[in-house]
């Protein structure tokens, strides 16, 4: 994705849905009861009984809210009381995956196997600890050994499908995701792994089909909603999008990825002050996330106002200090404000997080070049070239830069470069012709200028806006009349 793709799919549904649904354990007064016993009993060495059940409620509690100090003290105490318990030693398995002792978990895993061949959440822990050492067939495998063993299939279609996708296989992850949603339809996690698999299949026309046929079905699911939107965007039919996002947050009004991703599409539509509002809804439901900031900085770029644009950029890169594009924002900004020899250090910092960014090294060569470090420039817009940048924007600017210097037999070459990656670039044989020109190189510059008319008449404007003086050259001013009269 470029700097001004604003389409961000996900934000943190993992996460949300965890916190929404943290009654997967009982937290009820019976619970409480028991995790305040069990604390009393650790920090004042008291005497409690626990069954195998509340001890591995306790443990899943510690270990859901990643308390992995206390978790261990809740395992040791178990497996005294219960060593024969195949539960408990897979929370222990568990746990060792946690702290990275990979192989000593797998061996306890195994261990179990030997006597609960057929417990479910066995395969289903070493499936994911094979996943997470990157042992995608393994991990695969043990998903495949728990589902018929599981009562919610669904969970296990998803961790196949998720698995799927880990490998890059988004066709075989669809095929598990929807097997998922036929066991339980209302399962957003399918929903949302499915609408990526969609994504990097490149098949939002059939996205649009399924969630419309899903929404007919469940038309009070806010998550089909937002990815029926997401599917829109995609599409670049960011109207419908947005009536998509507006019906999610009629549904669920605190849907903070709704208002995000409504912000980006009013963004495409050139929308800015709507877009501003609308990832600001965000802060109202969530604490302030960086590409937040960063994309409300972008919306004040692009209204000029430039103050406005630097207090969000900032505020990015105080969240996130490794954000490449806010530090490039705030060179770009203050450059804008007249103000580049402060924008260029910004943009050299952008460069230095992430090198091989195209869009970075052409801002710093424009801003070194606008300074009068023409050498400097000259350097940067090689390093944009060789990045493969795709505009044919880069050969202009180069060029000029190399003229400026008096250099013209190598602007030339840059031209002719850029016209050899960019063939329909009606510019490009523009600024030859006129290069030619000044090179004392008449016929051929005709020649270039002829073709330049043929791809887009309209352009050739660009002409004098580089070159007023030939405004008076009346050669080329009946070329032009010609091609007109062609076009009328």
Do not use: M, W
């Given at each position: 994705m470029t700097k001004?793709?604003?389409?961000?799919?996900?934000?943190?549904y993992m996460?949300?849905?965890?916190?929404?649904?943290?009654?997967?354990?009982?937290?009820?007064?019976?619970?409480?009861?028991?995790?305040?016993?069990?604390?009393a009993m650790i920090s004042e060495n008291?005497?409690?009984?626990?069954?195998?059940?509340?001890?591995?409620?306790i443990i899943d509690y510690y270990l859901n809210w990643f308390n992995y100090e206390m978790a261990k003290k809740a395992i040791d105490y178990a497996l005294e009381r219960y060593p024969y318990s195949?539960?408990?030693?897979?929370?222990?398995?568990?746990?060792?995956?946690?702290?990275?002792?990979?192989?000593?978990?797998?061996?306890?895993?195994?261990q179990v196997?030997?006597?609960?061949?057929?417990?479910?959440?066995?395969?289903m822990a070493r499936g994911y600890i094979y996943s997470q050492i990157g042992l995608g067939e393994q991990a695969i495998e043990n998903y495949k050994k728990a589902l018929p063993l599981s009562e919610n299939k669904d969970e296990v279609y998803i961790a196949l499908g998720v698995e799927f996708l880990n490998e890059e296989k988004p066709l075989d992850a669809m095929y598990y995701l929807k097997k998922a949603l036929q066991y339980n339809s209302k399962n957003e996690v399918a929903l949302n792994e499915l609408s990526l698999c969609f994504d990097l299949t490149g098949k939002s026309e059939q996205a649009v089909a399924f969630f419309e046929n899903y929404i007919d079905k469940h038309p009070y699911s806010y998550f089909a909603w937002f990815n029926l939107g997401l599917a829109y965007n995609r599409l670049s039919l960011f109207e419908?999008?947005?009536?998509?996002?507006?019906?999610?947050?009629?549904?669920?009004?605190?849907?903070?990825?709704?208002?995000?991703?409504k912000a980006n599409s009013l963004a495409q539509l050139e929308r800015y002050e709507d877009a501003i509002s609308c990832y600001k809804e965000t802060f109202k439901h969530e604490e302030g996330d960086p590409s937040t900031y960063f994309y409300i900085g972008e919306c004040y770029e692009s209204l000029h106002k430039f103050e406005n644009a630097?207090?969000?950029?900032?505020?990015c890169v105080k969240l996130d200090p490794a954000n490449a594009d806010a530090w490039l924002g705030i060179g770009v900004v203050l450059d804008a404000m007249n103000r580049s020899t402060e924008g260029i250090h910004y943009a050299k910092k952008a460069i230095e997080i992430n090198p091989n960014d195209a869009e970075s090294w052409y801002v710093f060569a424009q801003i070194n070049e606008r300074i009068g470090f023409l050498e400097e420039s000259i350097l940067a817009f090689e390093r944009v070239i060789e990045l493969e940048?795709?505009?044919?924007?880069?050969?202009l600017d180069y060029s000029n830069v190399l003229r400026t210097l008096g250099q013209l037999n190598d602007a030339l070459n840059v031209i002719l470069e850029g016209i050899k990656k960019h063939p329909t670039s009606a510019e490009l044989y523009y600024r030859m012709g006129v290069l030619l020109i000044e090179n004392k190189n008449k016929k051929d510059a005709i020649d270039f200028i002829a073709r330049g008319l043929s791809l887009n008449y309209d352009a050739y404007n660009t002409i004098f806006e580089y070159a007023p003086v030939l405004v008076n050259d009346n050669e080329l001013i009946n070329l032009i009349s010609l091609y007109n009269d062609r076009n009328t």
């Open positions: 001004n793709d604003v389409i961000l799919y996900y934000k943190n996460q949300r849905d965890f916190d929404d649904n943290n009654d997967d354990f009982d937290n009820g007064n019976d619970f409480e009861e028991s995790l305040k016993n069990f604390e008291k005497t409690c009984f626990f069954d195998a059940d509340q001890l591995e409620e195949g539960i408990i030693k897979i929370r222990y398995a568990q746990y060792l995956s946690s702290q990275h002792f990979t192989h000593e978990a797998l061996n306890v895993l195994n196997e030997q006597f609960e061949s057929n417990n479910f959440e066995l395969y419908k999008a947005i009536d998509a996002y507006d019906y999610a947050l009629a549904i669920n009004e605190k849907f903070s990825s709704a208002y995000f991703n630097l207090v969000n950029y900032n505020k940048y795709e505009r044919h924007d880069v050969y």
